[in-house]
């Protein structure tokens, strides 16, 4: 009976992990305490590995599977997704303080200019662009606090739903 490739390379890899897992195990006992204790190392160091190998073994060979297809993730896009959550999030701080002078004018138009130029990047994906920026006319009305925090979960689920590597 002849295994599938998936499967040899998982059987090959762990037979890497507990070999290294034990030669590491058996060093560190070894200078910690002398022979007994490098053997009791490397015992349950390569016992770790096999056991942390034979339970992932599931979710391995699906990945090997020919029907699993892996959707790239653009993981500049959506590093710039949650730049733009942070520098909107800045800014909402800013609009609706904490303290009345707890955020000077200066500070509040430079958070606004850095929350608009990243909303306005062409590298966002297009629903996330969409969402930021309704989520900053909700905020530039400074006047409803609960609306501009409405826009911020709407936007916060448009970034989560762009993911693509969940």
Do not use: W
Not at 16 to 21: D, N, Q, W, Y
Request: proline share 4%; with cysteine; hydrophobic share 45%.
């Amino acid at each position: 009976m002849k295994s599938p490739p998936g499967a040899r390379i998982h059987l090959m890899i762990t037979f890497v992990l507990v070999t290294c897992g034990a030669v590491a195990g058996g060093c560190l006992g070894l200078l910690l305490s002398g022979r007994l204790m490098a053997v009791v190392f490397a015992a349950v160091a390569g016992l770790g590995a096999g056991l942390g190998s034979f339970f992932s073994r599931r979710q391995v060979l699906a990945l090997f599977e020919p029907g699993h297809e892996a959707v790239p993730a653009d993981g500049y896009a959506e590093g710039l997704a949650d730049a733009a959550l942070v520098c909107i999030a800045t800014y909402q701080a800013a609009v609706f303080p904490l303290t009345t002078d707890g955020v000077s004018e200066a500070e509040r138009e430079a958070r606004r200019t850095m929350a608009y130029r990243i909303s306005a990047y062409e590298g966002l994906p297009y629903p996330v662009r969409t969402s930021a920026a309704a989520a900053l006319e909700a905020i530039d009305h400074g006047a409803d606090r609960q609306r501009a925090e409405t826009a911020m979960k709407a936007l916060c689920l448009t970034i989560y739903d762009n993911r693509r590597g969940r």
